[in-house]
């Protein structure tokens, strides 16, 4: 299989399983659409030799976005307010979703790797607050579909769709610990000439986009 065979077909199945995981009103019932994303990342970072860089990241950021939203849950810190799912899940860890912690993995692969596609800087402060930037940026897109959806509620409101203004701070300053952890301390940096994940991070934006115009 050639190349570029290869990633259109990864790119594909990226597509439907975030359709299907964007779109389901019980989002997480559906577990093999998160798994589906983190799979294809794995496989393109094989395919590119990137695989060790890829698991550590992916570990990372899962681990630290269960640590923070199992927290968010039980003490109504980091995020801004208390929330909760509105859903049973097969497997879980310290009461958050498992496809939580895998949303939290693929969305900042996607936000490193699109800072690296266009940023070129050694500067790690700078790309650490590009790749929060991105991730804030997403949740600003992901909360109010997934709220209307009801994959979740917040118990307090706020101006921007009803989510608490602190839940997009909490976001920015958990993606910075991730990006300085991946970036800093483990030293990985992940490029890609492909654009794979960039035109992900653009495919998964317009399936929200939609998403939050239809009724």
């Known amino acids: ?26 989002v997480f019932r559906y577990t093999i659409f998160s798994l589906i994303p983190l799979l294809s990342i794995l496989s393109i970072e094989y395919f590119k030799r990137g695989f060790r860089h890829a698991v550590l990241l992916i570990l990372v950021s899962f681990a630290i976005g269960i640590a923070a939203e ?24 310290l009461n958050v979703p498992f496809q939580v912690g895998a949303f939290w993995a693929i969305f900042y692969y996607l936000a490193h790797v699109t800072t690296n596609t266009f940023i070129r800087s050694k500067k790690i402060l700078k790309l650490c607050l590009l790749d929060a930037t991105l991730m ?17 509620r917040w118990f307090s409101t ?38 794979f994940a960039l035109i992900s991070l653009i495919s998964t934006i317009f399936i ?8």
């Open 158 to 195: 706020g101006p921007y769709f009803g989510i608490p203004t602190g839940n997009f701070i909490g976001w920015f300053l958990v993606s910075l610990a991730i990006s300085f952890i991946v970036r800093r301390i483990l030293k990985i940096k992940i490029s890609d000439k492909t654009n």
């Open 136 to 152: 804030t940026g997403i949740d600003l897109l992901l909360d109010p579909v997934m709220v209307n959806k009801g994959a979740w």
């Open 70 to 93: 199992a927290y968010g849950l039980a003490y109504g810190a980091i995020f801004g307010a208390r929330y909760e799912y509105t859903f049973r899940t097969w497997f879980q860890i």
């Open 1 to 26: 299989m050639s190349r570029k065979l290869y990633l259109y077909i990864a790119w594909a199945i990226w597509a439907i399983a975030s359709l299907f995981a964007l779109t389901t009103a019980d």
């Open 208 to 215: 929200l986009l939609v998403v939050s115009l239809s009724p």
